[in-house]
């Protein structure tokens, strides 16, 4: 039934029609469009979270292989400059008053760089002044405990013209999801390192003929 309207005058006497009994409209959600809205929601979280996590574990990851990159361009770097062997080794405890190599494969709790004169493959310091053809420990890396970091070899040592003849191999870098998220860098006896590819497509990085495995 459409609303009276009703007729009034102004201050200067002109009418005016004023509709009177009128009810104002109202908006909202319907039961049925809030349970659509939370199952969109729902969904989109789904999606979301997954992707997120991968987000933060690939940042962790290469942020970590980079940093053992340029652990071993350092190293071979020193070697060079020195005209001497330097050595970077495993360390099951590389922040210790006199850390040592660990003469384990598993590189992931940090490792240690040191001139290596003797070649013997631990830090002698000697007076701890680096002083010519005396060892000198010059830098040590923190581990991880959320990731993995192996190799076939427990150290790296370069000449004084940058090679690694008897070191080369190949680093795994693992996470929790596996070697299909794997990073990994392969050392070859110049001394030079690159990082591994997938050549065969399978979704694994190979390191040499073979893919890459995680622990």
């Given at each position: 039934m459409p609303a009276p309207k009703t007729t009034t005058m102004d201050t200067l006497g002109h009418p005016q029609r004023v509709v009177t009994g009128q009810r104002a409209s109202t908006s909202g959600f319907t039961a049925i469009e809030l349970l659509i809205t939370v199952a969109i929601v729902g969904v989109v979280a789904s999606l979301a979270v997954p992707a997120l996590r991968d987000l933060v574990l690939n940042n962790r990851a290469v942020s970590r292989i980079n940093e053992f990159v340029a652990a071993v361009n350092l190293a071979r770097n020193e070697a060079v400059k020195r005209g001497t062997p330097v050595t970077l080794c495993a360390s099951a405890s590389p922040q210790a008053d006199k850390p040592a190599c660990n003469g384990r494969k598993q590189w992931e709790k940090g490792w240690i760089l040191f001139a290596d004169y003797d070649r013997d493959a631990k830090p002698d310091t000697g007076t701890g002044?680096?002083?010519?053809?005396e060892d000198c420990l010059l830098r040590v890396w923190e581990g991880s405990d959320?990731?993995?970091l192996r190799a076939g070899r427990t150290?790296?040592?370069?000449?004084?013209?940058?090679?690694?003849?008897?070191?080369?191999a190949t680093w795994r870098l693992c996470d929790e999801r596996g070697a299909q998220a794997a990073r990994a860098v392969v050392l070859s006896p110049s001394g030079r390192l690159r990082r591994a590819v997938d050549s065969d497509g399978n979704g694994i990085l190979n390191g040499g003929s073979r893919d890459i495995s995680c622990p």
């Open positions: 002044a680096c002083r010519t053809g959320d990731m993995t150290r790296i040592t370069f000449d004084g013209l940058g090679a690694s003849r008897g070191f080369n």
